[in-house]
């Protein structure tokens, strides 16, 4: 993908954790994202930043993880630029 490094793959999995605080306090959030290639890598978003891209997962859009930029690029939010590319969604792993 344009702007994205070679080690950038499909999340497959993505998990949050919530991690309290002291009594009174935010406690913080952590992301895990599994991505196609089998590795894992964790972020801690802000509040803010975690509904933003809860509410990505929720659009249908194909997410991608690039770790050396620890950035999260939401392809196909409108059309299908990124199907050229051959990439197509993961088969997502759903709890019964």
């Known amino acids: 993908m344009p702007g994205a490094s070679e080690q950038t793959s499909q999340v497959k999995v993505l998990n949050v954790n919530w991690v309290a605080g002291d009594d009174g306090e935010d406690g913080r959030f952590e992301v895990m994202l ?4 089998g590795e ?10 975690l509904t933003a891209l809860l509410a990505l997962t929720k659009t249908g859009v194909i997410l991608l993880w690039d770790p050396q930029d620890r950035t999260v690029i939401a392809a196909n939010v409108v059309g299908t630029w990124i199907a050229s590319t051959g990439l197509t969604r993961v088969e997502l792993t759903v709890p019964e």
Request: proline fraction near 14%; charged fraction near 5%.
């Open 40 to 49: 894992h890598h964790t972020v801690a978003p802000s509040p803010a930043a």
């Open 34 to 37: 599994v991505t196609a290639d």
